[in-house]
């Protein structure tokens, strides 16, 4: 039973395109993050959900844009894909809680590969 | 603010040797501390984490205390294996009304030689 899972794995496309990851968590949790690590493994908070209302929009292109269509999904549209978004996309979620059981569960990643 | 602010790598031991990965943070309120561990071509893994001050987390021989006075959460582990070789992050989080917020280091590798 994966807690967190997201699809695909690995992504290669176009400059130009347009793709999504999905991202689903069986896990019963309110929040949901998307993160983006760079190649040297620097982790950058893209988007933060609860109870499916934007929370965290950092500072972002607006070429992406989150969908969460219930609590336990959040989807990530990227528009107009450009080199510079290649990277491994993780998607996390966690209770919003202060001591117990707080800790956030990761994804195991999208590659994105822009070409 | 908050923040974290962890050790630059990459760190190279040899096996069984010993590991301090150094880890402070800056925080408002309370927050918990987290250490992950990322293998090649995977997610992170919560490897062990500490709600409060002079809580000490461990799993798998890692261990790691909440020092409130120094504002540190160094993970140590006495004898590193080569399956220990990954990336490691400190993390905190800070919980709040729309949800906890978590804030990572910027990850130090670890490669253990045999």
């Known amino acids: 039973d994966t807690a967190v899972s997201q699809t695909p794995k690995y992504l290669v496309t176009q400059m130009g395109n347009d793709k999504s990851i999905k991202c689903e968590q069986n896990l019963g949790h309110d929040t949901m993050y998307w993160y983006k690590q760079d190649s040297k493994k620097f982790l950058k908070i893209m988007f933060s959900?609860?109870?499916?209302?934007?929370?965290i929009n950092e500072t972002v292109p607006n070429r992406f844009s989150p969908k969460s269509p219930d609590k336990a999904h959040l989807n990530l549209h990227i528009n107009s894909l450009e080199l510079g978004d290649s990277a491994v996309y993780f998607c996390?979620?966690?209770?919003?809680?202060?001591?117990?059981?707080?800790?956030?569960?990761f994804g195991q990643g999208t590659r994105l590969t822009v070409v | 603010g908050n923040s974290v602010t962890q050790m630059e790598g990459p760190v190279t031991l040899s096996e069984e040797a010993f590991l301090t990965i150094n880890c402070t943070y800056t925080?408002?309120?309370?927050?918990?501390l987290f250490w992950y561990v990322q293998y090649p071509g995977e997610g992170l893994q919560l490897l062990l984490k500490a709600t409060k001050a002079d809580d000490k987390g461990s799993n798998k021989g890692f261990e790691a205390t909440y020092r409130k006075e120094t504002t540190s959460f160094h993970l140590e582990k006495g004898s590193v294996q080569v399956s220990d070789s990954a990336v490691y992050f400190c993390a905190l989080s800070v919980p709040s009304n729309t949800g906890n917020q978590f804030y990572f280091g910027t990850g130090t590798s670890l490669t253990v030689i045999p």
């Open positions: 959900y609860n109870n499916k209302e934007l929370i």
């Open positions: 996390a979620s966690s209770y919003r809680r202060t001591w117990a059981r707080n800790e956030a569960f």
């Open positions: 925080a408002t309120g309370y927050p918990s």
